[in-house]
């Protein structure tokens, strides 16, 4: 796998994947930035969260469960000092499904995390990573 970052100006940066894709990176105004992009930190929480939701979903999918939606709310703590690494991350799944059983969704979060999610299990090497969900049904919407 490989990404290249340009510069841009200031603190804003372009990212491009291997794949074809972009991504602005910038900083705070008081730091240099004009505030057009993302943070990086930012970017790790989202490819987090990202590789937990493909997980959660391919998992519930083959399982022949009936998600229909997933979210992931992601919170974050970070060190007073430098270097400013994560030291708390909670991760809360929204799933709904029409007549999805709670034991269903917790099994996927489960292996998500201690399994199959490479991002999360990284970032627990270094914070302290909880995890949490509900479920939706949404047959009685």
Request: aromatic fraction near 4%; include cysteine.
């Amino acid at each position: 796998m490989k990404v290249t970052v340009k510069w841009i100006d200031g603190v804003s940066f372009v990212g491009e994947s291997e794949s074809g894709h972009a991504v602005v990176l910038d900083g705070p105004p008081d730091a240099g930035g004009r505030n057009i992009g993302m943070r990086p930190m930012e970017m790790l929480l989202i490819g987090m969260a990202g590789c937990s939701a493909f997980d959660v979903v391919s998992i519930l999918q083959k399982g022949r469960h009936p998600v229909s939606d997933c979210r992931v709310e992601v919170s974050a703590e970070r060190a007073a000092e430098i270097p400013k690494v994560f030291t708390q991350i909670h991760v809360h799944f929204v799933v709904s499904g029409a007549n999805l059983k709670p034991a269903q969704v917790a099994r996927a979060v489960q292996l998500s995390a201690e399994k199959y999610c490479s991002a999360s299990i990284m970032l627990g090497q270094v914070a302290t990573l909880t995890h949490d969900f509900e479920v939706i049904d949404d047959s009685v919407l």
